[in-house]
């Protein structure tokens, strides 16, 4: 597709559930990125990839958070064992990665709900 | 220390006033800069990248300062579609790019 696609746009989940979010990157973009934004807060950096390896994982909450990418393509964001706190805009952004002044084109988010 | 700080606002403006945001990073190792914008409910979107000599389009204007670690964006003549949260974004070679962004500044330009 032309841009960033995440999926589901939204997630209705009961506490303590696993949730899978799901995002295609624009084609050709190696570097991906993963942020969590709270009703009426700033984003919240979670991890990024450069290709299909994760340099920096320090944003991610806790253990129930993890991320993967394959193909330098597709990432899913997996949530264990969900939380209320976990409720938010999950965002994923996407860049070409070859050098440090890049855009970022974002998807127009996950809004996860967790009951 | 957050990596990035602004000052949350909100800025309540008349339509035709001068703004002024500023943003601090904490990184000294951090390379480029730049303002996004993100609208209610909506993803951010770039405003503009920022340079050490400074730059300028249209009626936005960026400033950076290495030295103290400091960026600035200036809006003139505010028009009401300039309401919106103004996010200060810094990015850092980890070995890859980590982009980091602040919790954003709101504006709200009201007739």
């Known amino acids: 597709g032309a841009g960033v696609s995440q999926s589901p746009s939204n997630k209705v989940t009961e506490k303590g559930k696993d949730v899978e979010l799901r995002c295609d990157p624009i084609?050709?973009?190696?570097?991906l990125y993963w942020y969590r934004q709270r009703l009426g807060q700033g984003l919240e950096f979670l991890i990024y990839?450069?290709?299909?390896?994760?340099?920096?994982k320090s944003g991610l909450p806790s253990d129930r958070f993890s991320a993967e990418r394959t193909g330098e393509s597709v990432s899913t964001l997996t949530i264990q064992r969900t939380q209320q706190e976990d409720s938010a805009v999950y965002l994923c952004?996407?860049?070409?990665?070859?050098?440090?002044?890049?855009?970022?084109?974002f998807g127009s988010g996950t809004q996860l709900s967790v009951l | 220390r957050k990596e990035v700080e602004q000052d949350p606002g909100p800025f309540n403006v008349p339509e035709g006033a001068t703004v002024a945001f500023n943003c601090t990073y904490s990184?000294?190792?951090?390379?480029?800069f730049f303002w996004y914008r993100q609208d209610c409910r909506k993803e951010p979107k770039l405003l503009m990248s920022?340079?050490?000599s400074g730059n300028e389009d249209g009626r936005f204007t960026a400033q950076l300062n290495r030295a103290s670690q400091y960026i600035s964006l200036l809006i003139r003549d505010s028009k009401l579609s300039d309401s919106a949260t103004y996010l200060c974004?810094?990015?850092?070679?980890?070995?890859?790019?980590?982009?980091?962004f602040g919790a954003g500044t709101r504006l709200f330009v009201k007739a």
């Open positions: 952004a996407s860049s070409l990665g070859r050098v440090t002044n890049e855009k970022l084109f």
């Open positions: 084609s050709g973009h190696t570097a």
């Open positions: 990839f450069q290709g299909n390896s994760a340099p920096d």
């Open positions: 990184n000294s190792a951090s390379q480029s």
């Open positions: 920022v340079y050490s």
């Open positions: 974004v810094v990015n850092m070679n980890t070995g890859g790019f980590k982009t980091i």
